[in-house]
């Protein structure tokens, strides 16, 4: 009896050994924006365990990185967070000879250029800024663009408008109104955006929430990302809920690029460029896009939906992925204008808001 509970003795000192002995992967994202059963099976392929959190802004992101409370391994920020971090040293090249290059869209590449950040995250999903807006507003939102999130003169009476509670974009879709770039640094330029934002009387200002609150009819018009509306549109279709709702997004617009990063303070850089490569991997790049809704970057993903016709109720709709690749589409790529810009936005939203 003695030697049986020696030997389970040691049996369970080995399995807790074996437990300790797994490495841990710690991953910040974005909220929603990750299939979290790819997750699973990341750790079941690889043996380890993916501490997962949640933020949601680019800004958020960066202060817990700086802090360096957590030892990152994997970061998904937007290309301008990304220059930024690059500049500060918060995150690594990444080694070519390390990350798989699957064929990326000439648009997606170009926002890498622009930002300056070749070698330094790999593109995980891209999209626009946009207007998010219930049916009976398609009329006024597709005549007057990012004009009704600024001038109530052309709205009926008693709608109710939403605004991202985010100073870089909330100030760009003023600047894109009036007509600027959304990297202006213009004193006078931003001064009309503070004035374009201080005369609409928003009904809310928010983030993730924005979406439900159009899906539901608690909210008629609000500024969303691309991707917000398809998240919301992939759940009704699979709910068989009524769509009341669309999407429109400017041809003169943001275009963005979130990325994978490897932060500075990972203890775990083989693990990270596996956790990458297993997201860049083509099928598994599929799955998580059905879950995300966002626009892949990654062409043979574009083209396995495409060759599904049960995705044309969505690959027909330009404000998915087409309208960001053709000619037409004017997309501005954010720029990092440093932290006292950063600082300069916030107070903007803050008066506006005020």
């Given amino acids: 009896m003695k030697k049986i509970a020696i030997v389970i003795a040691l049996v369970l000192v080995g399995v807790m050994s074996a437990c300790s002995a797994q490495p841990t992967l710690y991953v910040l994202n974005w909220g929603d924006y990750i299939n979290e059963d790819l997750i699973i099976a990341f750790e079941e392929e690889f043996n380890v365990r993916v501490v997962y959190e949640e933020v949601d802004s680019n800004e958020a992101m960066y202060e817990r990185i700086l802090s360096g409370n957590t030892n990152y391994d ?44 070749d070698g330094w995250g790999s593109p995980y999903f891209f999209g626009s800024l946009g207007i998010m807006y219930r049916e009976s507003f398609a009329d006024v939102v597709e005549t007057y663009g990012f004009r009704v999130l600024f001038d109530p003169s052309i709205l009926p009476a008693g709608a109710r408008v939403g605004m991202y509670n985010v100073s870089r974009d909330a100030v760009a879709a003023a600047l894109l109104y009036l007509g600027y770039s959304v990297n202006s640094t213009d004193p006078g330029e931003l001064q009309a955006a503070e004035e374009a934002l201080s005369q609409m009387d928003y009904t809310v200002f928010g983030d993730d929430n924005l979406k439900t609150l159009i899906a539901t009819g608690n909210l008629d018009i609000a500024l969303t990302y691309s991707g917000d509306f398809f998240d919301t549109f992939y759940v009704a279709v699979e709910e068989e809920d009524e769509i009341d709702f669309g999407f429109y997004s400017p041809l003169s617009n943001n275009l963005w690029v979130d990325y994978m990063v490897i932060p500075s303070t990972t203890q775990n850089e083989d693990l990270a460029y596996e956790f990458i490569n297993f997201f860049l991997d083509v099928d598994n790049a599929y799955e998580n896009h059905g879950y995300v809704g966002y626009a892949p970057p990654i062409v043979a993903v574009w083209d396995l939906l495409k060759a599904d016709p049960e995705n044309d109720y969505v690959t027909s709709i330009p404000a998915f992925l087409e309208l960001f690749i053709s000619p037409e589409f004017d997309g501005q790529v954010y720029r990092n204008l440093g932290s006292a810009h950063t600082q300069k936005l916030d107070e903007i939203l803050s008066r506006a808001k005020g």
Avoid at 78 to 105: G, H, N
């Fill in 74 to 117: 994997i970061a998904f920020p937007s290309d301008y967070m990304v220059e930024r971090l690059k500049e500060e040293s918060l995150i690594r090249p990444l080694d070519a000879s390390k990350v798989a290059s699957p064929t990326f869209f000439p648009t997606v590449l170009d926002v890498t250029r622009q930002a300056e950040i």
